[in-house]
C-alpha cells in the first residue's frame, strides 16, 4: 500500500502507513474512515468512504505552534493581545 486518504474530525489527511502525522488533539487510539486508498497501481475510492476502516494509535501529545491574536482600535488607545496554543496529537496508522 502506498497511501491513503482519511477523515479524520472533519479534515482529510494523506496518511503512508509506519510515518507519524498530526492532527487536533485525540485521547487515545482511534478508527478513521477511509475517503481513498491506493496501492502500486490499484486506486479504490469510496462513495463517500470505503468499507473498511482505518486504526490509528496515538505515538505523543503537544502543544502546537503559539497563534497570537491581535484587537486595535486606531485613535482609542486600545490594543489587545491574546494567545493559543492547540493541543495536538502525533498518531501513525497500525
Known amino acids: 500500500m ?6 479524520i474530525a472533519g479534515k482529510q489527511f494523506r496518511v503512508e ?3 507519524p ?10 478508527v478513521a474512515k477511509i ?7 490499484k486506486v479504490n475510492i469510496g462513495k ?11 505515538l505523543e501529545q503537544k502543544k502546537g505552534k503559539k497563534i497570537r ?3 486595535f482600535h486606531a485613535k482609542a488607545n486600545y490594543r489587545r493581545v491574546r494567545g493559543f496554543r492547540p493541543q495536538i496529537s502525533k498518531v501513525v496508522l497500525e
Do not use: R, W
Open 2 to 7: 502506498k497511501y491513503k486518504i482519511l477523515e
Open 17 to 19: 502507513p509506519g510515518k
Open 21 to 30: 502525522f498530526e492532527i487536533t488533539l485525540q485521547e487515545e487510539a482511534s
Open 35 to 41: 475517503l481513498m486508498e491506493v496501492n502500486n497501481s
Open 48 to 58: 463517500p468512504y470505503l468499507k473498511e476502516t482505518a486504526k490509528l494509535k496515538v
Open 69 to 71: 491574536v491581535a484587537k
